[in-house]
């Protein structure tokens, strides 16, 4: 198994621009989670899904959008990049949600500038 | 809120336990506590986790406290691929994710 993997590993926007990080994992997870974290702190929540057509917001959703068409794929996409936006995303996944083991995601480090 | 609190640094000689405390003192009783850890760059990694027995896994030990507002995570033999951050999470009941604090950062030093 891979497990979770990510892509791309790390990128360069410019303002305004879009793009869209990929997540896919082959544990046959029920449930995906999308991070970020910002230098020197831990990890908040951007969005989850319980299932496959399931999204619900996190703690930090503004600016971003996800889907889930296939249990295996969550991707994440950012419309209009900002600065603000410059982070390291990691997915996750776990079979159950609540309180099964979260599986991390190498992580994509995102610079908006 | 990770409602947590944990030293932010902490040093440990080779070879030697690694001591990691947490409070919780708010924690409810039903909910859990986990550990994980990332080490630099990387994303988190489970370690263990309990609700109010010891527990002992292949990569540490958790001491939970009697009254469960404070726990410890032992690391047995520190090495040099221990160093890293680890973050203490109370586990809500029911929630779909991980609050993820500051966590501690453990150097160990050769």
């Known amino acids: 198994n891979a497990g979770v993997t990510q892509t791309p590993k790390f990128r360069i926007l410019k303002i305004g621009q879009s793009m869209t990080l990929q997540c896919t994992q082959d544990m046959n997870h029920n449930y995906m989670y999308w991070y970020r974290q910002d230098p020197g702190m831990g990890l908040k929540l951007i969005y989850y899904s319980v299932g496959a057509g399931i999204t619900d917001k996190g703690e930090v959703p503004n600016g971003y959008n996800v889907s889930r068409s296939t249990t295996e794929d969550f991707p994440l996409r950012l419309e209009l990049a900002a600065p603000s936006q410059t982070s390291v995303y990691f997915c996750?996944?776990?079979?159950?949600?609540?309180?099964?083991?979260?599986?991390f995601g190498p992580g994509t480090r995102l610079t908006v500038l | 809120d990770a409602k947590t609190t944990q030293p932010p640094s902490m040093d440990c000689a080779e070879g030697r336990a690694a001591n990691l405390p947490c409070n919780h003192s708010?924690?409810?009783?039903?909910?859990?506590v986990y550990w994980y850890r990332q080490i630099h760059s990387q994303g988190p990694q489970y370690i263990i986790h309990g609700l109010k027995n010891n527990e002992t896994n292949e990569m540490a030990s958790l001491i939970i406290t009697e009254d469960r507002k404070s726990s410890t995570l032992i690391l047995p033999h520190a090495t040099l691929r221990d160093t890293a951050v680890y973050y203490c999470?109370?586990?809500?009941?029911?929630?779909?994710?991980?609050?993820f604090g500051t966590g501690t950062r453990l150097t160990v030093i050769p």
């Open positions: 996750a996944s776990s079979y159950d949600g609540s309180k099964d083991t979260q599986y």
């Open positions: 999470i109370v586990r809500l009941t029911g929630a779909n994710n991980l609050f």
């Open positions: 708010t924690i409810s009783g039903n909910e859990y």
